[in-house]
Nanobody, 124 residues
Framework: VQLQASGGGLVQAGGSLRLSCVASGRTFSSYVMAWFRQAPGKEREFVASLSWSAGSTYYADSVKGRFTISKDNAKNTLYLQMDSLKPEDTAVYYC??????????????????WGKGTLVTVSS
């Protein structure tokens, strides 16, 4: 199983970015997918999750209303649309997958697969 994240970059506060995570190696129809982020000097934190089969989603309070997690079944790709970005959103963003049951919030220590991160920098 491989997860390949991309789409990070430098953006001004108030701007938008869309991250992509291409999943390969198996069918992810029964998986829980999630985005996490880790800012310098901080622990990795949950951002958003999605049930691949049901399409259910869940967001951290800090990004609710600004970020949207979605998927493209045909492309086996997970997305994170990030709008109204703030300097505090600056972090390395990671996509992850879990074979367990979907229950909303995802936890880093429960994820089975991780992609390499992509850096998002939001300037003020």
């Amino acid at each position: 199983v491989q997860l390949q994240a991309s789409g990070g970059g430098l953006v001004q506060a108030g701007g938008s970015l869309r991250l992509s995570c291409v999943a390969s190696g198996r069918t992810f129809s029964s998986y829980v997918m999630a985005w996490f982020r880790q800012a310098p000097g901080k622990e990795r934190e949950f951002v958003a999750s999605l049930s691949w089969s049901a399409g259910s989603t869940y967001y951290a309070d800090s990004v609710k209303g600004r970020f949207t997690i979605s998927k493209d079944n045909a492309k086996n790709t997970l997305y994170l649309q990030m709008d109204s970005l703030k300097p505090e959103d600056t972090a390395v963003y990671y996509c992850a997958a879990n074979r367990g049951l979907y229950s909303g919030r995802a936890y880093a220590n429960a994820m089975d697969y991780w992609g390499k991160g992509t850096l998002v920098t939001v300037s003020s």
